[in-house]
């Protein structure tokens, strides 16, 4: 190889990399301005929820729902619902109609009593 191939190589490879960076600024650039107007549609649909009276941050959706004044607090029911659970041993589910050999009550007798949780 003579000087003259390697300097046409080296203006080949300096071309090349020109062309990559070129190309690689063009996919920077097209992902910001895609960026900017996902950003503004995105605020445009904001601006329109708000509008419509409903809340678009945290703060406003914590001052949005109030709790109603007669509201009866839900833990209470629960932890009674809790105090009425039964651990079954191995002998008691082999007694019961779905698990074990007992047949299905008849559809007029009641399962179980709601107050009574013994």
């Given at each position: 190889?003579?000087?003259?191939?390697?300097?046409?190589?080296?203006?080949?490879?300096?071309?090349?990399?020109?062309?990559?960076i070129?190309?690689?600024?063009?996919?920077?650039?097209?992902?910001?301005?895609?960026?900017?107007?996902?950003?503004?549609?995105?605020r445009?649909?904001?601006?329109?929820?708000?509008?419509?009276?409903?809340?678009?941050?945290?703060?406003?959706?914590?001052?949005?729902?109030?709790?109603?004044?007669?509201?009866?607090?839900?833990?209470?029911?629960?932890?009674?619902?809790?105090l009425?659970?039964?651990?079954?041993?191995?002998?008691?589910?082999?007694?019961?109609?779905?698990?074990?050999?007992?047949?299905?009550?008849?559809?007029?007798?009641?399962?179980?009593?709601?107050?009574?949780?013994?």
């Amino acid at each position: 190889m003579d000087d003259s191939e390697t300097a046409h190589k080296r203006r080949r490879k300096l071309k090349f990399s020109h062309i990559l960076i070129v190309l690689l600024l063009i996919a920077v650039c097209a992902f910001v301005v895609f960026r900017l107007s996902v950003r503004s549609k995105l605020r445009a649909r904001i601006e329109t929820i708000r509008a419509a009276g409903y809340p678009v941050t945290l703060a406003e959706l914590n001052e949005w729902y109030t709790i109603p004044e007669d509201a009866e607090n839900a833990a209470d029911t629960l932890i009674e619902a809790f105090l009425c659970y039964y651990e079954w041993n191995k002998t008691e589910l082999e007694s019961l109609p779905v698990f074990g050999r007992a047949e299905l009550p008849v559809r007029v007798h009641r399962l179980l009593d709601a107050k009574n949780c013994d």
